[in-house]
């Protein structure tokens, strides 16, 4: 039963990668401001998932000296992939760096994406609840993620058909993640004791370091207003899923 929970979440995962087809027909001004508001709504909601969700469950776990350890150590980790793999979080379609690095966004958004998928795994074997929530967590950042990845492929060269498909390619890395995370669990019994925290740190670091720089670039008052309150909207997302999942 849990196994058909994290295959079915991590699948949903993998069907926001086509989200970028909305670019097809939403105009670029309107479609920027969508964006805009995800934006704040995203880092609120993995704030929100870091704290009122996984942090708790995992200090239930294990020693609150180990899980801040990991918590560290995956804030570093998620710096290293991002400065090192050229991990981009590109949120306007047409302004990135793209250059040589069209394909290689395309691995590391892959590797992103098999991460996501075993930390849904490790999170629905603690609880369906967690995993609900973490779900809902990662499938918010990918949103605006992969509206940015899709603008990266078709401003690299890509036409917007082929764009969707090798997005919706790197996408299923996350139900490969997820699969091995099922049965790396089965070998590792503290599997959950670190990866929970390391995902935690994860989603504090891409909150803090490139989504919520990202509403700081806006000059307008109105627009920042607009995506602070939709941050302080994750946020409250999260608590009341926190309060409504199933245990």
């Not at 849990?2 to 993998?14: G, P």
């Not at 996984?54 to 150590?73: D, G, Q, R, W």
């Not at 050229?86 to 691995?107: I, M, P, Q, S």
């Not at 602070?228 to 999260?238: D, K, P, Q, R, S």
């Amino acid at each position: 039963m849990v196994l058909v929970w994290i295959l079915a979440s991590t699948f949903v995962v993998c069907l926001i990668s086509l989200i970028g087809i909305l670019t097809l027909s939403v105009k670029e001004k309107l479609l920027h401001s969508i964006l805009f508001g995800l934006i704040g709504f995203s880092a609120g909601a993995l704030i929100g998932g870091a704290f009122l969700h996984i942090l708790p469950e995992a200090l239930e776990k294990a020693p609150s000296e180990t899980v801040f350890f990991y918590l560290i150590l995956g804030i570093v980790l998620f710096f290293m992939m991002e400065r090192y793999l050229h991990w981009r979080h590109c949120h306007e379609e047409g302004k990135c760096d793209v250059h040589a690095f069209t394909y290689l966004n395309l691995v590391g958004d892959g590797f992103h994406n098999f991460i996501d998928g075993m930390v849904i795994a490790a999170s629905f074997l603690v609880s369906i609840k967690l995993g609900i929530a973490t779900t809902l967590a990662v499938i918010l950042h990918e949103i605006p993620q992969e509206l940015g990845d899709f603008g990266v492929l078709v401003y690299g060269g890509f036409s917007k058909k082929k764009a969707l498909f090798y997005n919706f390619i790197s996408a299923f890395a996350a139900i490969i993640g997820a699969i091995v995370g099922y049965f790396i669990s089965d070998f590792c019994k503290g599997f959950s004791n670190f990866i929970l925290p390391l995902t935690a740190g994860g989603f504090i670091y891409i909150a803090t370091s490139d989504l919520i720089p990202e509403i700081h670039k806006e000059s307008n008052l109105r627009r920042s207003t607009i995506a602070f309150l939709t941050f302080l909207l994750g946020i409250a997302f999260m608590a009341l899923a926190k309060q409504l999942l199933p245990e």
